[in-house]
């Protein structure tokens, strides 16, 4: 066993790891888990598999990655939990692998932070560069964007999409889809503007930041159907790329989005 792993931990035989991964006391890593270089797993930790996990990851103690879902259709088939590079995944974080039901696979993208005491659910998918504050939670199914910001006690229902860029004020309940770039809040969630700071940290161009501006007006201020809106926010001067996300989010909508 390498010295990087502690003596008290207990890797099975089976788990894939990188000669320089890191494993604390008292953790658990079962069978069906690999593990990319550079990462290091805290003590009193629980991994089962399927789980396949990337590079350069910190995952704090407590922790339990990889558990069969709680969703009571789960028969115990093999299903997976693929986590990317470069996440930080705080203590007590529970993520769990996926179901048939769906795509068979939860997965986290890459650099992502999940603060302390978070529940990602079974079929979960999660972009890149995203936070999620702590005790939040994030039932079955739900997609979240790239840059989406989900404050502490937050809590998520079942299939919703939580736009790019986006951000759920702590202890929202979002019941329905949250449009790209949107600032939502409250119980239940309702839109207060769009995510500004967010966008000039990033380098959002300044007509790009007005037009979405614009295009938050007339989606969520104007009481028109989505297809009216949407028709008029293609007539807008600028149409870059950063519009089509917010129209696209809008579009795709299947729970109907929080106004």
Not at 32 to 59: Q, W, Y
Not at 127 to 150: E, F, K, P, R, T
Not at 212 to 227: E, N, S
């Amino acid at each position: 066993m390498s010295n990087l792993i502690h003596p008290s931990a207990i890797v099975d035989p089976s788990a894939e790891l990188a000669a320089d991964v890191e494993v604390g006391p008292w953790t658990i890593i079962g069978p069906d888990v690999s593990i990319g270089p550079g990462t290091v797993i805290g003590p009193h930790v629980v991994i089962g598999g399927p789980t396949k996990i990337g590079a350069n990851n910190r995952i704090f103690q407590f922790s339990s990655i990889g558990e069969e879902c709680q969703d009571k259709k789960y028969k115990g088939e093999p299903t997976l939990l693929e986590i990317g590079d470069g996440n930080v995944i705080r203590e007590s974080c529970t993520i769990h692998r996926g179901t048939v039901q769906d795509n068979s696979i939860t997965k986290i993208g890459n650099d992502n932070l999940l603060m302390v005491n978070v529940h990602v659910a079974h079929d979960v998918i999660m972009g890149d560069h995203s936070i999620v504050a702590n005790n939040a939670s994030l039932a079955g199914h739900v997609h979240v964007g790239d840059y989406a910001v989900l404050g502490g006690y937050s809590a998520v229902h079942q299939f919703c999409h939580i736009g790019a860029h986006s951000i759920c004020g702590a202890g929202s309940v979002v019941l329905k889809d949250v449009a790209a770039y949107t600032v939502v809040n409250g119980n239940t969630a309702s839109a207060h503007g769009v995510n500004v700071e967010g966008m000039r940290r990033r380098g959002f161009s300044k007509e790009a930041v007005t037009a979405l501006h614009r295009a938050y007006r007339i989606i969520f201020r104007k009481g028109l159907t989505v297809q009216d809106a949407i028709a008029e926010v293609r007539k807008l001067p600028y149409q870059g790329a950063e519009l089509d996300v917010l129209i696209d989010s809008v579009l795709a909508s299947t729970r109907g989005i929080v106004r």
